[in-house]
């Protein structure tokens, strides 16, 4: 997608708080999306059934809205879970004042791309947009990545697992694996995989990043993933 089909992007958001829907609305707008808003899960996973949308922005905590029964989970995550499980693979970025590890686990597994906590800066959204956006993969159709010795990893769901059974990844190892696998059989320069890997006023750290490398060769395999000096890291397919 290019820089200015970016601008045109449509938008699904789901807000149930009137206020801060208002002010997100203007603001994605004026950076030139397209925004459907609901503020109900009903509404939200019939939209989202309906009509084509290049990214959804899905708070967790709304209203179940007239069609929909109680749920196990949190309406937002609720409303993810049905959408992966019926193929649909348009990028996530949930907002959400949740902030313990389940919860963040809770997301990722149903199949998020994103997070981000509430209170948040305007421009740190709109960073965030621009970069899932920019994912090639992020509608790609194929959901698994074979690394073999069954071992194999969820690209949308962002899950790693061995014969089944999920292989616990921190949630820098987990973005950095996926950066990888966008680009096969690619070096990656190192300052673009910290510009991806650490947050705005975070210091990125080298050392943290060869145990994370490190941590992921012995999951995967130490042939799938290469280096060299001056030109970063390669996810070998």
């Keep these: 997608m290019s820089d200015k089909n970016k601008r045109g992007a449509r938008i699904l958001l789901l807000e149930d708080d009137g206020v801060l829907a208002e002010i997100l609305c203007e603001f994605l707008e004026s950076e030139g999306f397209s925004i459907e808003l609901c503020q109900d899960a009903s509404s939200?996973?019939?939209?989202?059934?309906?009509?084509?949308?290049?990214l959804w922005l899905l708070d967790v905590k709304v209203p179940l809205g007239d069609e929909l029964e109680a749920m196990e989970a949190l309406p937002g995550f609720e409303v993810l879970k049905a959408l992966r499980q019926a193929d649909k693979t348009t990028p996530c970025i949930f907002i959400t004042s949740l902030s313990s590890v389940q919860d963040l686990q809770m997301g990722y597994e149903v199949g998020c791309d994103d997070f981000l906590r509430k209170p948040f800066e305007l421009v740190e959204l709109r960073l965030r947009i621009h970069t899932l956006l920019k994912?090639?993969?992020?509608?790609?159709k194929a959901q698994m990545e074979d690394f073999g010795n069954g071992v194999s990893f969820d690209v949308i769901t962002k899950t790693l697992y061995k014969e089944g059974e999920i292989l616990p990844l921190t949630k820098k190892e987990t973005a950095l694996l996926n950066l990888l696998l966008q680009?096969?059989?690619?070096?990656?320069?190192?300052?673009?995989i910290f510009e991806t890997l650490w947050d705005m006023?975070?210091?990125p750290s080298e050392l943290s990043l060869r145990a994370y490398i490190k941590n992921l060769r012995k999951l995967i395999g130490k042939h799938k993933i290469v280096n060299q000096h001056n030109k970063g890291y390669c996810y070998v397919r």
């Design 44 to 54: 939200a996973l019939s939209l989202a059934y309906e009509r084509s949308f290049d």
């Design 183 to 192: 680009h096969p059989n690619t070096y990656i320069p190192q300052e673009r």
């Design 201 to 203: 006023g975070q210091e």
């Design 135 to 140: 994912r090639p993969f992020a509608h790609r």
